[in-house]
């Protein structure tokens, strides 16, 4: 029955082909829905791999809808969270009819708190400018006609401006039911209102920072749904990898030993020596900040547990900075039913030590039981020391999420290597799950071409960077439209982007780069310039959506090994190793091929798109693996001269018109 309601609903003469503009029947889509359909009915989980312009998010909203049970959507980003909430969901509503209530669901750090606002309005040395002063008025007069409270919605305030730290709370310092602002909270209020929806739309980080409380046995903040839709679910391995671990930095130790203090001396000045006990955890700080220093001068500035210098120094400061928040927690606990602030300042302390406990165990020497098994390292850079642990697998944990008589779908256009899911299966611990991959409805050998100069070095060459630059010049001065460069590091992205602003030869073309400004404005400056360059690394390789002429030739320097030096790649390669696999083919290459297909995306986004792909890193043919990085890319025409890649720039395709 819900079958025939799925193809009258995809069909030609449904709502669909009725009330959205430019909607065509996809047969893929359709058969992308039936099996979400099915995943429904028998709650089983599916992996579904589908290509650009299959249409995935009706697929998975469509059944959705028509399930009448409580649905989860969470994406990989908080930009798809908003389109779905504020776009896609309710133009299906209407198009369907259907009455369905929708909750959007983000962390507490993107409401605004109307308790931490007023103490920053009333702390004259809280603001650190003019502009946070007019930023701070602002965000209060938002507060007072909203009803959201979601930054998102406040767009004259950055969303990565400081102050936003200041005037949101965390889990440590909330004031929960005691708080005075309590009726008014917009975070209690977004929760309230995911518990009563049909459907809540949240993002991945959500999503794991709640599986991550639950480990620790904190009740679980999300509502429990019967059907789970991860959208750009190829981020999750990552994502889960991130909040499932741990991270301490010393500013967070100094930042309590501060709150403390004031809270201290506010509510309790007689009880404790709060100035000792504070001096003695920043001096405990301090110290170990001293000691770590060498790692500093490591590569990457960062050296796993086993490899930092001078081990029984800095075991030595460790467990002094442990002592000093032992007796902070324990003092503030004695005191903390007297104020508020000192029962925050105690869950500060509390949080902290047993993040430096967790982080800290097993202790130098002994072995780690193997289904906790962890990486730990530490960051040392001029500004900060940070501390971090991750797990070594995220599988038992995130496939032990799921509820039996719960259906799981995770979809992306990037999920398996040639048609193979082994390697996201195996990251996720979904050995069981149903895998089906829908190819995209796009001609992507008549509408692009991928190019590989055959006149290039190898990467590992010292001129490499410049070599690949000046093949590139031509086709950047050939392309009318705009041209997106993705590189594999930060130190390429300047050398590419002073090179291509000495040899344009149009000097007013804007050529911008990752750096100038926020991720989201170079984007804006990009579409509206039409004919830009934007020099990029690792965030811009996905989430980028640029149809038509405002990008016609995306080029990648390198192809996208994950940097030997990171150490939770590391740990994993080494344990690869060690149980007889073959960490290159196992791990390294299929993360490869993944984020290949990720950037490659980039060029083709609809059905007029057009261009040039241009891959400078020659052992994408000339290596034996290159085959299966190429074979999963879009089906392109291929090239390795430069004459075939110009002539496609200047002629564009039947059915499509050059700028």
């Known amino acids: 029955m819900l079958t025939d309601d799925l193809n009258d609903i995809f069909g030609p003469d449904g709502p669909l082909a009725r009330q959205l503009p430019g909607y065509a029947p996809r047969t893929a889509q359709q058969e992308l829905s039936a099996a979400i359909q099915e995943t429904i009915d028998t709650s089983r989980v599916l992996i579904a791999e589908a290509g650009t312009g299959t249409g995935k998010t009706w697929a998975y909203l469509v059944p959705a809808f028509l399930s009448g049970d409580k649905v989860l959507v969470s994406t990989g980003t908080r930009t798809l969270q908003d389109q779905l909430f504020r776009r896609d969901i309710p133009r299906l509503r209407e198009a369907l009819s259907m009455s369905v209530n929708v909750a959007l669901l983000k962390g507490r750090s993107n409401y605004v708190c109307h308790y931490h606002l007023e103490r920053l309005e009333q702390d004259e040395r809280g603001l650190k400018s003019r502009e946070e002063a007019a930023q701070l008025r602002q965000i209060r007069q938002f507060t007072q006609i909203s009803e959201s409270g979601d930054k998102a919605d406040l767009p004259s305030v950055p969303e990565t401006a400081d102050i936003w730290n200041r005037v949101t709370s965390t889990r440590e310092n909330c004031l929960g039911q005691e708080c005075p602002y309590v009726r008014d909270c917009f975070l209690l209020k977004a929760r309230r209102h995911a518990q009563e929806a049909d459907v809540v739309v949240v993002n991945h980080a959500l999503f794991m920072a709640d599986l991550a409380l639950r480990e620790e046995g904190i009740p679980d903040l999300l509502p429990e749904t019967r059907l789970v839709v991860f959208d750009e679910a190829h981020q999750l391995p990552e994502t889960a990898t991130r909040f499932l671990g741990q991270s301490l930095s010393l500013h967070q130790v100094l930042d309590c030993a501060r709150l403390a203090e004031a809270a201290g001396l506010a509510h309790a000045r007689e009880t404790v020596r709060w100035s000792d006990l504070c001096r003695a955890l920043e001096s405990a700080a301090r110290e170990l900040r001293l000691v770590s220093a060498p790692v500093g001068r490591m590569p990457g500035g960062r050296a796993t547990f086993d490899q930092i210098p001078d081990s029984a120094a800095f075991d030595l ?105 082994g390697h996201f299966q195996h990251q996720l611990g979904l050995h069981d799950a149903q895998t089906a991959s829908w190819s995209s409805p796009f001609d992507y050998r008549a509408q ?151 950037g490659a995306g980039r060029l083709i986004r609809s059905e007029q798109d057009w261009g040039v792909l241009m891959v400078g890193d020659g052992r994408l043919v000339d290596k034996p693996y290159g085959r299966l990085l190429w074979q999963g890319l879009p089906p392109f025409a291929r090239t390795r001269e430069a004459a075939v890649a110009l002539d496609f720039l200047a002629n564009p395709p039947a059915g499509v018109k050059a700028s």
């Open 317 to 421: 400061a460790l467990d002094q900075l442990a002592q000093a928040l032992d007796a902070l927690a324990e003092s503030l606990g004695t005191q903390e039913e007297r104020h508020p602030d000192l029962a925050a300042a105690a869950r500060t302390a509390r949080t902290l030590r047993a993040r430096l406990l967790q982080w800290a165990e097993p202790p130098r020497g002994e072995p780690e039981p193997a289904d906790q098994a962890a990486v730990r390292w530490i960051e040392h850079s001029q500004h900060s020391v940070r501390l971090h642990r991750a797990p070594l697998s995220v599988a038992r944990i995130f496939s032990g999420f799921r509820r039996l008589d719960q259906a799981w779908v995770l979809t992306s256009a990037t999920l398996s290597v040639r048609g193979n899911f």
């Open 448 to 598: 692009g071409l991928l190019y590989v100069p055959g006149t290039l070095p190898w990467p590992n060459d010292p001129g490499f960077i410049d070599a690949f630059t000046q093949a590139l010049l031509p086709l950047v001065d050939a392309c009318a439209g705009g041209v997106l460069v993705l590189c594999t590091t930060l130190r390429a992205v300047d050398r590419v982007a002073d090179q291509l602003l000495r040899g344009l030869l149009s000097s007013d073309r804007p050529v911008m780069r990752q750096g100038e400004a926020t991720r989201g404005v170079l984007l804006e400056r990009f579409r509206a310039a039409g004919n830009a360059v934007l020099v990029g690394s690792t965030s811009f390789w996905e989430g980028i959506d640029v149809p038509g002429d405002a990008l016609t030739l995306v080029a990648i320097d390198k192809l996208p090994f994950a940097p030997p030096d990171d150490p939770v790649l590391e740990a994993r390669l080494n344990a690869c190793r060690a149980e007889g696999g073959n960490p290159f083919m196992e791990y390294q290459l299929p993360q490869a091929a993944l984020l290949l297909k990720q």
